[in-house]
């Protein structure tokens, strides 16, 4: 009886919160898009499950703060060439609003991949730069490199995702004018909060590591001789602009006072959360909220985009601990910039690019480790792990037997998934992402979409780009806009037109 009661009660709590729901139809203010790469629904389902059980729960019953959202839908991610993306395509998609062919950055399909005389005449804007023009504040955190697929797609327009620096490019694409997408960080979009990894792509080569001078990995790469970082300062004279590398200095900025931010944590990519050191390192939740802190006090508002990029990362070496835990503390972030903005004014998006070749299997019992095995053995007589890979290096199948695992730890963050296909590096998943939304327009991001759907939507909500119809019709922050703005907006609308 207790238990009809618990679910009858639990579902009439959650109608009745679904029936209470009112349309926000205010104007955009403030956008954030949390991007969790390679954050399929398998991955979410399995990360709200750890995340309980850190917490000595069961887990399945976990509620994430991406749980929260009210609005939901599904995108999908193929490219104009494959019907498996790469992060490149399908940043250029949510952000930029069109898609694209494989490993290309900011660019439509005309452009090819690696072929720089195809780059030009066919560069595509994002999101970034339609609100910065609008006058808002502009911002990326990361925790790869921030010149890698998903940030660089914020500014740059590249033919190659590849070509961080110009000691990446090959002679031919230098020679055909194409440039590198670290040097694009300073010369395309005036982007007021950098935070992230890449050092090494911003300074000559042999340039020392602060951190790892004896690394040299981790020393400058640049064949043009340019210390970005030094040219970025320079770019911001009689600005507060602070160029930070450590925990120490980034929690010495004051935000404010502080007008220009550029963190960069590690000479490539950040390390992951469970292996960070928290006296380097800040935390993604951390840096999210500095850079929350420092865009929000422009009146006009600001667009952010946080990327949780190890997730991915971890997928790909099929160490699905490492990928969850990051999905943990991506949603940490995800409720951090909850907490600091105003849900009436700031549209919050939280999405993925692409899934992973990622399975969840095996009938376990309620409040089983996520990370253990399976109760049922298979054929062979052998226990299998609940996560599993569709390929990738788990691959351990010998003399046509897979090994026997019942003494091993597969809790730990080191331990490798079995997979079913040999690879040196496991692949990204084709199906659909799911897309969270709240805030005003939330209900926007519905039903079945195409990824580049999402740009559109966001830009109609906050008013930025081309379509400023809900500018005429819209509020901003819960104040309605009156005739004589309208008839402005309606010329700027006619003039952008012509």
């Known amino acids: 009886m207790f238990l009809k009661k618990f679910w009858r009660a639990q579902g009439a709590k959650a109608l009745q919160a679904a029936l209470n729901r009112k349309l926000n139809t205010n104007v955009a203010k403030n956008i954030m898009l949390f991007l969790g790469d390679g954050m399929g629904i398998t991955t979410i389902t399995a990360a709200r499950i750890l995340k309980g059980q850190m917490h000595n729960q069961s887990g399945e019953e976990t509620v994430m703060t991406m749980?929260?959202?009210p609005h939901a839908g599904l995108l999908k991610t193929y490219s104009v060439d494959f019907q498996i993306p790469d992060s490149s395509s399908t940043a250029t998609a949510y952000l930029c609003g069109v898609k694209t062919n494989l490993n290309t950055v900011g660019v439509n399909a005309a452009a090819r991949?690696?072929?720089?005389?195809t780059q030009k005449g066919n560069e595509v804007t994002s999101i970034l730069k339609w609100a910065k023009d609008a006058g808002k504040s502009v911002g990326i955190v990361t925790t790869t490199r921030v010149q890698h697929a998903t940030p660089a797609t914020t500014y740059a327009h590249s033919a190659s995702r590849k070509w961080y620096s110009?000691?990446?490019?090959?002679?031919?694409?230098?020679?055909e004018g194409c440039t590198d997408i670290a040097s694009q960080l300073l010369k395309n979009t005036d982007i007021d909060v950098i935070i992230g990894g890449g050092r090494k792509y911003m300074t000559p080569k042999g340039t020392w590591d602060p951190e790892y001078p004896r690394d040299?990995?981790?020393?400058?790469?640049?064949?043009?001789?340019?210390?970005?970082i030094s040219d970025w300062q320079k770019m911001k004279v009689g600005k507060v602009a602070r160029y930070v590398w450590n925990r120490t200095d980034f929690d010495a900025v004051d935000p404010d006072t502080t007008d220009y931010l550029m963190a960069l944590f590690e000479p490539g990519d950040l390390r992951f959360d469970v292996e960070r050191d928290p006296t380097m390192d800040p935390s993604i939740a951390e840096t999210t909220e500095k850079a929350i802190r420092i865009l929000s006090k422009n009146p006009k508002g600001f667009f952010l985009l946080v990327e949780g990029g190890r997730i991915d990362q971890g997928h790909h070496a099929s160490r699905a601990s490492m990928a969850l835990h990051e999905t943990?503390?991506?949603?940490?972030?995800?409720?951090?910039?909850?907490?600091?903005?105003?849900?009436?004014?700031?549209l919050t998006l939280v999405t993925a690019d692409h899934s992973h070749a990622f399975t969840f299997n095996g009938y376990p019992f309620r409040g089983q480790s996520i990370l253990g095995k399976s109760p049922l053995y298979g054929k062979d007589m052998l226990p299998y792990t609940t996560l599993m890979y569709g390929n990738g290096p788990g691959y351990k199948v010998v003399d046509n037997k897979r090994p026997d695992i019942r003494k091993v730890d597969t809790q730990s963050k080191d331990y490798v998934q079995l997979s079913a296909v040999p690879l040196?590096?496991?692949?990204?998943?084709?199906?659909?992402?799911?897309?969270?939304?709240?805030?005003?327009?939330?209900?926007?991001?519905?039903?079945?979409?195409?990824?580049?759907?999402?740009?559109h939507a966001m830009?109609?909500?906050g008013c930025v780009g081309r379509d400023l119809r809900h500018c005429e019709s819209g509020e901003e922050g819960g104040t309605e806009r009156g005739p004589f703005v309208l008839l402005l907006l309606f010329n700027k609308k006619v003039l952008c037109a012509k």
């Open 459 to 461: 830009a109609y909500a």
């Open 166 to 175: 110009d000691a990446d490019m090959p002679v031919s694409a230098k020679k």
């Open 216 to 228: 040299l990995a981790s020393s400058g790469k640049r064949q043009d001789g340019r210390h970005l």
């Open 328 to 346: 943990v503390a991506f949603d940490n972030a995800v409720a951090k910039g909850l907490e600091l903005t105003n849900e009436e004014e700031t």
């Open 113 to 117: 991949n690696g072929i720089c005389k």
């Open 67 to 69: 749980d929260t959202f």
């Open 424 to 455: 040196d590096t496991e692949t990204h998943g084709g199906e659909d992402v799911a897309v969270l939304a709240r805030g005003p327009m939330a209900h926007l991001f519905h039903g079945v979409q195409e990824q580049s759907y999402l740009a």
